[in-house]
Nanobody, 125 residues
Framework: VQLVESGGGWVQPGGSLRLSCAAS????????MAWFRQAPGEERKFLAG????????YFADSVNSRFAISRDDAKNTVYLQMNSLKPEDTAVYYC???????????????????WGQGTLVTVSS
């Protein structure tokens, strides 16, 4: 299983970015997916999760109302739309896949089995 994130880069405060996470080696349609981020010197933190049905989403308080998570199972891809970006959003962003099908969204990064390589998001003026 391989997860590949893309879409990171530099953006000014208040700007937007959309991250993509493309999967290969496994069909995502029966799996919960999540996004995490990790800033230097900090632990990896939960940002957003989407159930395998795509009907329910969850967000960390720090990004709620600014970020949106979605999935396109036909493309085997999950997205993270990030709006109103702040300097404190600067981090490496990772998508994560659990090993079990039909799992609930879990905010603990240790419970995810597959990870992408990460994509750097830098928010600064």
């Amino acid at each position: 299983v391989q997860l590949v994130e893309s879409g990171g880069g530099w953006v000014q405060p208040g700007g937007s970015l959309r991250l993509s996470c493309a999967a290969s080696g496994r069909t995502l349609s029966r799996y919960t997916m999540a996004w995490f981020r990790q800033a230097p010197g900090e632990e990896r933190k939960f940002l957003a999760g989407i159930t395998w049905t795509g009907k329910t989403t969850y967000f960390a308080d720090s990004v709620n109302s600014r970020f949106a998570i979605s999935r396109d199972d036909a493309k085997n891809t999950v997205y993270l739309q990030m709006n109103s970006l702040k300097p404190e959003d600067t981090a490496v962003y990772y998508c994560a896949l659990p090993n079990e099908r039909y799992a609930s969204v879990d905010r603990e990064y240790r419970n995810y089995y597959y990870w992408g390589q990460g994509t750097l998001v830098t928010v600064s003026s």
